[in-house]
């Protein structure tokens, strides 16, 4: 029987059934490519999350890290009856958080009012120009301190005297000068005591959250006593007091080395220069013949232990990790000043400072953390090369490019906010010359040594060797390097019985022997000319 039901299904149009698939083609391919778009961009950001651990990490983290990095710099503690630093003359002034006075001692110890208000000059003379070092003027100094001692200066300046003078009349001004230094015999003795103590740190305040305000006020109590060191020294090899000489020169370079292992540039470069005091009494020893072969030795096996090539890399990748640490604690804070914060407070604020403080108070996370990886690599590639401590080699061509890059880089003020190199430009732009000072500092730390042992040579054979080897082993284990091209240091016999002992210098040339001077011709351009070592004529 056949089915009747009109309300059976109509037979498709196979026409019309493909025209609508066709009309929503474009909106399955919509479908699809947005769907694929989706699914690619979640590959990728889980890719970056993988290969950036910043992503995972929470903010907390991240500052706890930037904090425990920074401190790893920081030296252990050392207890006091190990610490040369752990006096009570040094104490006193870290207690106070402040420095001495720049012309006397703290309030509780002996005052030095006598002080000279005015530092003489070194005595200019001939040999100077070939020698590379002038003398001390000890008739200035002891001018200097009569015209303290009899009032107020009113301006006046101490008596330069450029004549050599009678040996006669060269000790009795030394006397005169030992003598005014007595008012500091009692901080002397203090530290004298101490030095016998194997370790060194001041007892700074490292658990300040801000790095910025760690107060340093020792620094220039220590350079203050290695000025009067130098000069004490100085008037007791001019009175043949060598004993007392040698003590106090031990005791200067115990100083000069007390905040060696202190994380802080400022600290290094206070080092760098305390020992550039020191060694103007260590060549006048020499050059005069006032040191004994068994005080020699005791100079040079000092000497020997300053390593200024690896505490400047230490204290550069210091400088590195509280630089970041500084850049993570603005970015944390959020406060109205923080690049003014980090100027000198005399310094009058900048466009481009007031700028970044404005925009550093609301700006994205993310700006901080460019602001940290431009600093960084800034210091990397720019400040932690062209030198090498392995092979005890600087290369001033190499430091010279990276300073000019960094300030020229650093220069365009109107945009350091849009490349993320607002820290960069705070905290990097005063780092100029500091290969330099460094490769100085050391390079003349290896003249001292070999001058030691071709003393030493001298007084056990009566003459200076003809070649350096000649040294070795007895008076020194190992020669020293020119520090600049690798070497060996120039050295050369002289018509008069003395010696030419150099580097080339900075300016990585030859110059035979002949340093360069200031314009003052008081000291010697490091930049230019030879790195000398040379006495006066003994003729």
């Known amino acids: 029987m056949k089915n009747n039901d009109s309300t059976s299904m109509p037979t498709p149009d196979p026409l019309r059934s493909r025209w609508l698939q066709a009309r929503h083609l474009p909106i399955y391919l919509f479908v699809f490519v947005s769907l694929t778009t989706i699914a690619a961009a979640t590959c990728l950001i889980l890719s970056r999350r993988r290969l950036d651990p910043r992503e995972k990490t929470s903010p907390e983290i991240v500052a706890k890290e930037e904090r425990a990095v920074a401190e790893t710099f920081i030296p252990a503690a050392i207890p006091d009856e190990q610490n040369f630093a752990a006096t009570p003359f040094f104490e006193s002034a870290i207690n106070k958080g402040r420095p001495a006075d720049s012309s006397v001692w703290p309030d509780d110890y002996s005052r030095a009012a006598e002080r000279p208000r005015h530092y003489p000059s070194l005595r200019l003379s001939a040999t100077g120009r070939t020698t590379g070092r002038l003398r001390t003027d000890l008739f200035a100094w002891q001018n200097a301190f009569q015209q303290s001692q009899s009032g107020p200066a009113n301006g006046a300046e101490p008596i330069e005297v450029s004549a050599t003078p009678e040996r006669a009349a060269n000790s009795a001004a030394a006397l005169s000068v030992l003598e005014a230094l007595k008012p500091y015999d009692r901080v002397l003795k203090e530290l004298q005591a101490a030095s016998s103590r194997p370790q060194s740190r001041f007892n700074v305040r490292y658990e300040s959250e801000n790095p910025w305000a760690i107060l340093l006020p020792h620094l220039a109590m220590v350079k203050k006593a290695v000025q009067v060191l130098s000069l004490k020294t100085t008037a007791e090899l001019a009175t043949v007091q060598t004993n007392e000489a040698l003590t106090d020169a031990m005791l200067m370079l115990r100083l ?44 040079q096996d000092r000497v020997q232990q300053f390593d200024f090539i690896r505490d400047f890399k230490h204290v550069m990748e210091a400088e590195r990790a509280w630089g970041n640490l500084t850049i993570g604690l603005a970015r944390d804070r959020r406060s109205p000043n923080t690049i003014m914060a980090l100027q000198d407070s005399k310094s009058k604020a900048e466009p481009w400072q007031l700028e970044a403080d404005r925009n550093f108070m609301t700006c994205p996370r993310d700006w901080f953390d460019q602001e940290q990886r431009n600093y960084t690599d800034l210091f990397n590639e720019r400040l932690l090369t062209g030198f090498d401590v392995e092979t005890r080699r600087f290369q001033p061509t190499v430091s010279q490019t990276n300073y000019h890059f960094v300030e020229t880089h650093l220069q365009d003020t109107d945009n350091l906010l849009k490349q993320h190199l607002v820290f960069a430009r705070t905290l990097l732009m005063a780092r100029a010359r500091l290969h330099l000072k460094f490769a100085a500092a050391q390079g003349y730390a290896d003249f001292v040594s070999v001058a030691c042992a071709l003393e030493r040579h001298r007084l056990a054979s009566g003459q200076y060797p003809s070649a350096l080897d000649a040294l070795c ?23 008069d019985g003395g010696f030419v002992l150099y580097s080339i210098g900075w300016n990585e040339t030859d110059d035979q022997g002949q340093p360069a001077f200031l314009a003052s011709g008081r000291s010697t351009e490091p930049h230019d000319g030879d790195w000398v070592w040379r006495y006066p004529s003994q003729k």
């Open 473 to 495: 082993p007895l008076y020194l284990q190992q020669l020293p390097h020119d520090l600049i091209d690798g070497g060996p240091l120039r050295y050369r016999l002289t018509d």
């Open 256 to 299: 000069v080395d007390a905040a060696a292992t202190e994380p802080m540039l400022i600290s290094q470069l206070v080092r760098v220069a305390g020992f550039q005091l020191a060694l103007q009494p260590l060549w006048e020893g020499l050059a005069d013949r006032r040191w004994s072969s068994t005080q020699l030795k005791s100079l």
